[in-house]
């Protein structure tokens, strides 16, 4: 009897701890699938933020000065990250070395936010942003030079490869233009390589200085204290110390407003939450496609002509960029 039993209350058995483990996975994949839509839907917004504000700088030219720029921008945006600031204060949950920590990376942030903000007052938005790209040529040298486990990344085979690839891409697209880079669009293009280094700079500080930190009260600290800088460089050496936007239209307020919210405060947030659910690769892997987008909206708003070989170049460069970018997450697995 027990013979013919046992198997079959065994057999219910299996049966219900399989269905169990089924609901249990089917529910863990749907959440997965879920964490997953949400990181794609929040990297794309941040796509079309960070495309935009090169875009946003490029119309201000043509109204006040990139000190006067900067300073209203960052200060604008310094309001959103504010209360946090306060409110973990007086909760006393912000690390206690957080404010010095935060010095040095806030320091090269306002060379390289003021060096950006400058360029388009001498080159197009597209062409900005595919040499913005060579940030992430600085990023490997100084990670080569400053921690000793991103060593064996660059001599990873086919890594000095794709360096040549970005390299030779964003030359071709500098060189290859309609016209020969010469007076503006000199300054304009050392402009913005001398942003992409301090960028660079930024992101190895942030990394040696504050590695401890969580991102999002690392960087309100750091974008308030970049706020306070711009803020009072703009008060020294803007036009009108600053007061030029008092002739703004309601529609320029706008925008101003806009361009501080959506390419500093709230992009941010969706990077971190982008990071949290599809990884760093993916996210840095998306936006790289920025320079793609802001030439293309360039070329309506602004009449920018970027030639078919810089075209490919940018494209070179960008294929590059990822071929690095591939290349590192296969040595760090």
Not at 161 to 172: E, I, K, S
Request: aromatic share 12%; net charge positive; with cysteine.
């Amino acid at each position: 009897m027990w013979a013919s039993r046992t198997p079959r209350r065994c057999g219910r058995h299996e049966a219900l701890t399989r269905d169990v483990i089924c609901v249990y996975n089917g529910v863990m994949r749907g959440q997965a699938g879920k964490e997953s839509a949400a990181g794609i839907v929040y990297i794309t917004l941040t796509l079309l933020a960070w495309s935009s504000v090169p875009l946003f700088l490029k119309y201000f030219t043509g109204y006040i000065d990139g000190w006067t720029t900067n300073g209203w921008r960052y200060g604008l945006s310094a309001l959103f990250w504010l209360p946090l600031l306060i409110r973990g204060g007086i909760r006393g949950v912000l690390p206690s070395k957080l404010w010095r920590a935060a010095i040095v990376p806030s320091a090269v942030n306002c060379i390289g936010q003021a060096c950006f903000a400058w360029a388009p007052y001498y080159i197009d938005p597209g062409l900005l942003t595919f040499v913005l790209r060579l940030q992430i040529i600085f990023v490997a040298l100084g990670a080569f030079l400053l921690f000793p486990s991103e060593r064996r990344v660059l001599r990873a085979p086919g890594y000095w490869l794709a360096v040549l690839l970005l390299l030779a891409g964003l030359v071709g697209t500098c060189l290859l233009g309609k016209q020969s880079p010469r007076g503006p669009a000199a300054v304009g293009i050392l402009l913005t390589m001398i942003a992409g280094l301090f960028f660079a700079c930024y992101s190895l500080s942030v990394r040696y200085f504050m590695h401890d930190v969580r991102s999002v009260p690392a960087f309100a600290v750091i974008s308030n204290y970049t706020a306070a800088g711009l803020v009072v460089i703009m008060l020294l050496g803007g036009e009108g110390h600053g007061f030029a936007v008092a002739a703004f239209t309601p529609g320029q307020w706008g925008l101003l407003v806009g361009s501080a919210f959506i390419g500093i405060a709230f992009s941010h947030v969706l990077y971190y939450a982008a990071m949290a659910r599809i990884g760093v690769a993916v996210s840095a892997g998306v936006i790289l496609l920025q320079p793609f987008l802001t030439s293309t909206a360039s070329y309506f708003l602004f009449s920018e002509r970027l030639t078919a070989t810089q075209w490919i170049c940018g494209a070179i460069a960008v294929g590059g960029a990822i071929a690095m970018l591939r290349t590192q997450q296969r040595v760090s697995r």
